[in-house]
Structures are given as structure tokens and as C-alpha cells.
């Protein structure tokens, strides 16, 4: 069985997150480099990333228990 389940993890991960990582790339390898800016942006991007999941992990239990 395949981590990668179907063609929109694809079309999310890959295509539309593409310019998602030129920016993370281009904080770390661009000039003038600030590594301390990059990597709170960085942190940011992540902690916001995971806020997010979580949320929507929590409310697709909540519409299981409610639903189903």
C-alpha cells in the first residue's frame, strides 16, 4: 500500500505547494541571507500548518461522532 493514496495528494503536495517551497527555499539560499528571518517564517509557516490540520482533524471527529 502507497503512503501517496491518490492523485489530489499529488495535485496538493506537488503542484500547488510548488511555489510554497521556492519561497522556503529561496529564505534560506537567497541573497542577502538573514537565517534568523528565514527561520522564524519558517515557524511560522509550520505552526500555522499545523494549527490547521489539527482543526480540521478535530472537526472530522466531531462530524463522525455527531453523523455517524
Do not use: C, H, N
Request: no cysteine; hydrophobic share 60%; glycine share 12%.
Amino acid at each position: 500500500m502507497s503512503i501517496i493514496q491518490g492523485p489530489g495528494t499529488w495535485l496538493i503536495f506537488g503542484i500547488i505547494g510548488l511555489p510554497v517551497y521556492t519561497v522556503i527555499i529561496a529564505w534560506f539560499l537567497g541573497e542577502p541571507r538573514d537565517t534568523k528571518t528565514a527561520a522564524l517564517g519558517l515557524g511560522y509557516l509550520v505552526g500555522l500548518t499545523v494549527l490547521l490540520w489539527t482543526a480540521m482533524f478535530l472537526k472530522t471527529i466531531l462530524l463522525d461522532i455527531v453523523f455517524f
